[in-house]
């Protein structure tokens, strides 16, 4: 059974930081990607950044870049999500995701397993 578990979610006062950490466990996802994606109250899903368990390519939303790093550990079969600088805006459930089709990375209907969520709240 293929299982994503977050953690490392919070309350942050705006300007903070947080990590995240998604341990899969079931089998390996090396041929594809995995992704973080976040959705706020009212608002719809949005992907948030991507890597390549293959070669670490990594991939990122124009509202985090140069905030939010994204990094693996193969040997873990763990991804992270390192947020600094975070905002209110980017308060979230913050899901991982596991894809399982060659599509763009930003595509959440490519990512076939899911974690449960982890929340962030971020201050003002």
């Known amino acids: 059974q293929v299982q994503l578990v977050e953690s490392g979610g919070g309350l942050v006062l705006d300007g903070g930081s947080l990590r995240l950490s998604c341990a899969v466990s079931?089998?390996?996802?090396?041929?594809?990607?995995m992704g973080w994606f976040r959705q706020a109250p009212g608002k719809e899903r949005e992907a948030v950044a991507a890597i390549s368990w293959s070669d670490g390519s990594t991939y990122y939303a124009g509202s985090v870049k140069g905030r939010f790093t994204i990094s693996r550990d193969n040997a873990k079969n763990t991804v992270y999500l390192q947020m600094n600088s975070l905002k209110p805006e980017d308060t979230a459930v913050y899901y991982c995701a596991a894809q399982i089709r060659a599509v763009v990375w930003y595509y959440a209907d490519g990512y076939g397993y899911w974690g449960q969520g982890t929340q962030v709240t971020v201050s003002s």
């Open positions: 079931g089998r390996t996802f090396s041929r594809y990607r």
